[in-house]
């Protein structure tokens, strides 16, 4: 990645944590684009070069690690056992990052509380949808290809799809929960799934 695009992924993801942050602490129906454009250190009219909404810019996050889910299942070893090549990919994506190092939770039990406020908020139920529909589309096709299935004309690699994004959505639910890490939650869903329980 050069310096410009370096650079641009550093603005995109401050105005993503900015977007959280706030309809974390205030609610999503409480936070305006100016104000995540404020808090991120950028103008309205950057924000817009970036997101179109501010439920996109929250859902950032999410879509990006979804969408890598596919780049890393591409990546894996050919002769791996496709639902273990999905545990790996998957988790691999929801491990501690630089990102949350860099923006840290001063109080996680109220953190973890308005993230359940901000993910049930009506108002950000289309960006999550739309963030899952994209990634769907991304995990089937790295399945159809590590499969020799057919993306046009097997049910089998959009099946798996659906299933790799409803088990991510399960273990962050389970996570917000119960507070086990989604990375562990995940190899657990993945197992399950795998043994057809």
Same mark, same amino acid.
């Given at each position: 990645?050069? !310096? #410009?695009? #370096?650079?641009?992924?550093?603005?995109?993801?401050?105005?993503?944590?900015?977007?959280?942050?706030?309809?974390?602490?205030?609610?999503? /129906?409480?936070?305006?684009?100016?104000?995540?454009?404020?808090?991120?250190?950028?103008?309205?009219?950057?924000?817009?070069?970036?997101?179109?909404?501010?439920?996109?810019?929250?859902?950032?996050?999410?879509?990006?690690?979804?969408?890598?889910?596919?780049?890393? !299942?591409?990546? #894996?070893?050919?002769?791996? &056992?496709?639902?273990?090549?999905?545990?790996?990919?998957? $988790?691999?994506?929801?491990?501690?990052?630089?990102?949350?190092?860099?923006?840290?939770?001063?109080?996680?039990?109220?953190?973890?509380?308005?993230?359940?406020?901000?993910?049930?908020?009506?108002?950000?139920?289309?960006?999550?949808?739309?963030? /899952?529909?994209?990634?769907?589309?991304?995990?089937? $096709?790295?399945?159809?290809?590590?499969?020799? $299935?057919?993306?046009?004309?097997? !049910?089998?690699?959009?099946?798996?799809?659906?299933?790799?994004?409803?088990?991510?959505?399960? $273990?962050?639910?389970?996570? !917000?929960?119960?507070?086990? &890490?989604?990375?562990?939650?995940?190899?657990?869903?993945?197992?399950?799934?795998?043994?057809? #329980?």
């Amino acid at each position: 990645m050069g !310096l #410009r695009e #370096r650079k641009k992924a550093e603005t995109r993801s401050a105005i993503s944590w900015a977007a959280i942050r706030l309809a974390v602490e205030r609610g999503f /129906g409480n936070v305006k684009v100016e104000d995540i454009a404020e808090a991120a250190g950028v103008s309205p009219r950057t924000f817009n070069n970036y997101f179109s909404s501010k439920g996109e810019a929250i859902v950032a996050r999410h879509t990006d690690r979804l969408r890598n889910l596919a780049v890393a !299942l591409r990546e #894996r070893p050919a002769d791996e &056992p496709l639902w273990d090549a999905i545990s790996a990919a998957a $988790a691999a994506q929801f491990t501690p990052d630089l990102a949350a190092a860099e923006h840290p939770v001063p109080d996680p039990a109220t953190w973890t509380a308005g993230v359940r406020v901000m993910l049930a908020d009506p108002g950000l139920q289309g960006d999550l949808l739309k963030a /899952g529909a994209v990634a769907e589309a991304e995990i089937a $096709a790295a399945v159809a290809e590590r499969t020799g $299935a057919s993306l046009e004309r097997d !049910l089998h690699p959009h099946l798996v799809a659906a299933a790799v994004v409803a088990a991510v959505h399960t $273990a962050i639910g389970h996570h !917000l929960r119960t507070d086990r &890490p989604v990375a562990d939650l995940l190899t657990e869903a993945f197992d399950l799934l795998s043994a057809g #329980r």
